[in-house]
C-alpha cells in the first residue's frame, strides 16, 4: 500500500469512526438506552446500553458527557438486588452474565461507581467448586447465559464468547493474575484447544460449535486469545491460527461447513474481536459502512442484522487498533 493510499484508508477509517457515533448518539432512548427495534428479547436494552456505551467511550470521538450520564443511569436502574443486569423480566431474560459483564466494563469505563456488585454476581456464577463443579467436568471454570446458578448434574449452556466477556470484566476492574476466577477460567479455555492450534466454542454443548464438533473458527479463537490473555496463559497458538487463517472479508473455519453463511454471520463479531492490525478490515468495514454512518449484517444467525449491534461491533473493531 502506498503512503498515498494508506493516509487515504487512516482518513475514511477516521470518518467512518465519527458517523457511527454520530448514529449511535442519535439513536439512544431519551432514558438513556439503546433498545432494539429488530430483537423483542433485546427491546428493554439491558445488554445493548453497555455494548454501545462502551464502544463510545472506546472510539477516540467526542461523547458528550449528558449522554454519558443518561446511559449509566439507565444501566445501575436495572442492576438487581443480587447484582445482576439483564434480568428485569424474569420470563424474557436478556442474556445476565453478558449483560452483567459488559456493565461492569461499560461503568468503569465511564467513571462511574455501582459495579461491584455486579463483579460479585459474575464471580458466583462461575462453575467452580463453590457451586459443585470439579476441574473433572467440562463446564469447569466457564460462565453461562446466567440466571439461577447451576449445580451439577445440568450446566446449561456454557461457552467461551461468555466466559472471554466475564474476564475482560474482571480486567477492567485490575483483577489480580492470582485471582482464583482467572486460573479456573483458564482451565476451561485451555479445554477447547484444537489440534490445528485454533479453538472451538463450548465443551458442553456440541451444537453451539458452529464450525462442527472440533473444529476451530475465527470468532472463537479470537475469543480465545483474548481470554488467555487475560488470565496470563500462552497464547500463541491461537495468535498462530489467526495469521495463518485469517480473511478481511469472511470468518475462517467454514470452508467445509454445509451453510457457507456463517463466514458472513459472524462478520462483526469477529472484526471486533480480531486482536492484529490488518488494513484490509479497516478498508472493509469502511467500505460497508451505511449512508446513515450504521452497519448491518445481511445475515441474521447471530443479531447482527440489527444495526445497533452491527455498528457498536464496527466501532470497536475501528477504534481499538485491530482493524489500522
Known amino acids: 500500500m502506498t503512503r498515498r493510499a494508506l493516509m487515504a484508508l487512516v482518513l475514511a477509517r477516521s470518518s467512518a469512526r465519527a458517523k457511527a457515533v454520530r448514529h ?41 458527557r449528558a449522554a454519558v450520564d443518561r446511559a449509566v443511569a439507565f444501566v445501575r436502574a436495572r442492576i438487581d438486588k443480587e447484582g445482576a443486569l439483564g434480568r428485569s423480566d424474569p420470563f424474557a431474560v436478556d442474556y445476565p452474565n453478558y449483560a452483567t459483564s459488559l456493565g461492569v466494563h461499560a461503568l468503569i469505563r465511564a467513571g462511574a461507581d455501582g459495579w461491584r456488585p455486579m463483579l460479585a454476581y459474575l464471580r458466583g456464577q462461575q462453575f467452580t467448586e ?45 483483577a489480580a493474575a492470582s485471582d482464583p476466577a482467572l486460573g479456573k477460567a483458564a482451565v476451561f479455555v485451555n479445554r477447547l484447544r484444537n489440534s490445528d492450534g485454533g479453538y472451538c466454542f463450548s465443551t458442553v454443548v456440541e451444537d453451539a460449535n458452529k464450525a462442527g464438533s472440533g473444529v476451530s473458527y475465527g470468532s472463537a479463537t479470537c475469543d480465545a486469545w ?99
Request: proline share 6%; aromatic share 10%.
Open 226 to 324: 483474548r481470554a488467555l490473555r487475560i488470565v496470563g496463559a500462552p497464547a500463541d497458538s491461537a495468535r498462530g491460527w489467526l495469521l495463518r487463517r485469517h480473511r478481511a472479508d469472511s470468518v475462517a473455519g467454514f470452508e467445509s461447513h454445509p451453510d457457507k453463511r456463517w463466514t458472513r454471520g459472524l462478520f462483526f463479531y469477529y472484526a471486533a474481536g480480531y486482536p492484529f492490525p490488518d488494513k484490509g478490515l479497516a478498508a472493509r468495514l469502511a467500505d460497508e459502512q451505511r449512508s446513515d454512518g450504521s452497519w448491518r449484517n445481511s445475515e441474521p444467525l447471530v443479531k447482527e442484522d440489527d444495526p445497533l449491534i452491527a455498528t457498536a461491533l464496527a466501532l470497536r473493531a475501528l477504534s481499538q487498533g485491530q482493524a489500522l
Open 24 to 64: 449511535l448518539l442519535a439513536a439512544q432512548s431519551d432514558d438513556g438506552g439503546w433498545k432494539s427495534e429488530t430483537y423483542g428479547l433485546l427491546r428493554r436494552g439491558e445488554s445493548l446500553t453497555p455494548l454501545v456505551l462502551t464502544a463510545l467511550l472506546e472510539s477516540g470521538e467526542t461523547v458528550p
Open 130 to 174: 463453590a457451586n459443585g463443579w470439579t476441574r473433572d467436568d467440562a463446564c469447569y471454570g466457564g460462565w453461562g447465559v446466567g440466571g439461577d446458578v447451576r449445580r451439577p448434574p445440568h450446566p446449561g449452556h456454557v461457552d467461551l464468547s461468555m466466559t472471554r466477556y466475564a474476564l475482560e470484566a474482571f480486567q477492567a476492574a485490575g
